[in-house]
């Protein structure tokens, strides 16, 4: 799987971004796809993830209630929906798919099978 991420930009506190990712390959629909971030001088975080069929997603504390992911496994899409954006939200974000027919969990716990380039979020205050 490959994918290639999209989206990032510059955003003033209070707005939004929609970040998206293009997989490649016709396997996509049995992974558990997610958003990792890392801010400058920090570690990587998870951010937000989505089952492989769409039914179930789990967010970060930090963002949930404001950001929203989303798949279309028609398109070999996943898509990142950013409201209401703090400072504190930048940073470069990265798609990720977790391992084969993996559970959600376990990508939400770092089990990463692949990592698309990351797309840079500028928040501004």
């Known amino acids: 799987v490959q994918l290639q991420a999209s989206g990032g930009g510059l955003a003033q506190a209070g707005g939004s971004l929609r970040l998206s990712c293009a997989a490649s390959?016709?396997?996509?629909?049995?992974?558990?796809m997610g958003w990792f971030r890392q801010a400058p001088g920090k570690e990587r975080e998870f951010v937000a993830a989505i089952s492989w069929s769409g039914g179930s997603t789990y967010y970060a504390d930090s963002v949930k209630g404001r950001f929203t992911i989303s798949r279309d496994n028609a398109k070999n899409m996943v898509y990142l929906q950013m409201n209401n954006l703090k400072p504190e939200d930048t940073a470069v974000y990265s798609c990720?798919?977790?391992?084969?027919?993996?559970?959600?969990?376990?990508?939400?716990?770092?089990?990463?099978?692949?990592w698309g380039q990351g797309t840079l979020v500028t928040v501004s205050s």
């Open positions: 390959g016709r396997t996509f629909s049995r992974y558990a």
């Open positions: 990720a798919a977790g391992t084969l027919d993996g559970a959600l969990g376990l990508l939400i716990k770092g089990a990463v099978g692949y």
